[in-house]
């Protein structure tokens, strides 16, 4: 079975301070991660993907998230906040050839000015 | 392009009505999802279709029913609403296509029964 652990459901940093939003997986077979954001009454939009292949990632809005095999992590970074990047992150676990997708339950970042 | 439209945006419904919620997608996807999202546990997966005709239930799916007559629609309904039932409903949907594996959602349905 397959399981999504993020920790942390809210997040403050200061505009200019790095991002770090984490996210723990659990999966039998090699698995596909993302991230996606949720802005306030908005549906959730892709911020980056992992399928296979390089296990570094960018993403859109400057965030990049790391593939860690060994860690089973996939941890959502970005050198430096904006005000812009308060929203709502989520991860999430699927497999090739799978209908399904685990979500974690969110991480609400803050970006104080 | 659209993407994934929902309809109503918003509802407010009293205990034991009934309504559908619908979505639309203009990309030709094959599969479709509803889920609903409640403060503080993340996206549930109510039902899911891999193709027209066709229909399965998710991790939650008791009290809601869905249909997928047409390939870019997937209605979902509440045959007897209940208080348990206030959420904010996400449709989405997805190409087969091993290399497109990203969801694409909606802007969300914002149900409240009172």
């Known amino acids: 079975a397959q399981s999504v652990t993020q920790l942390g459901s809210h997040v403050s940093v200061s505009e200019g301070a790095l991002v770090l939003l984490r996210c723990n997986y659990s999966s039998s077979v090699p698995p596909y991660l993302f991230w996606y954001v949720q802005y306030p009454n908005q549906g959730l939009q892709l911020l980056l993907k992992y399928t296979t292949g390089a296990t570094l990632v960018k993403g859109i809005n400057g965030f990049e998230a790391e593939f860690k095999k060994s860690e089973t992590s996939f941890h959502l970074t970005k050198p430096s906040a904006h005000m812009s990047d308060a929203a709502e992150y989520f991860c999430?676990?699927?497999?090739?050839?799978?209908?399904?997708?685990?979500f974690g339950t969110g991480t609400r970042l803050k970006v104080l000015a | 392009n659209a993407g994934v439209t929902q309809t109503p945006k918003f509802r407010v419904l009293k205990t034991g009505q009934s309504m559908t919620l619908l979505c639309a997608q203009d990309?030709?996807?094959?599969?479709m999802y509803w889920y609903r999202q409640d403060p503080g546990m993340g996206l549930r997966l109510i039902h899911y279709s891999v193709g027209e005709g066709t229909t399965a239930k998710g991790e939650v799916p008791d009290g809601y029913n869905v249909s997928r007559l047409k390939k870019q629609n997937f209605l979902l309904g509440l045959e007897s609403a209940a208080p348990s039932q206030t959420s904010v409903y996400f449709c989405?949907?997805?190409?087969?296509?091993?290399?497109?594996?990203?969801?694409?959602f909606g802007e969300g349905s914002r149900l409240t029964v009172l």
């Open positions: 990309m030709n996807h094959e599969y």
């Open positions: 999430a676990v699927s497999t090739s050839g799978t209908y399904k997708y685990i």
């Open positions: 989405a949907s997805r190409s087969p296509t091993l290399t497109e594996e990203e969801l694409f």
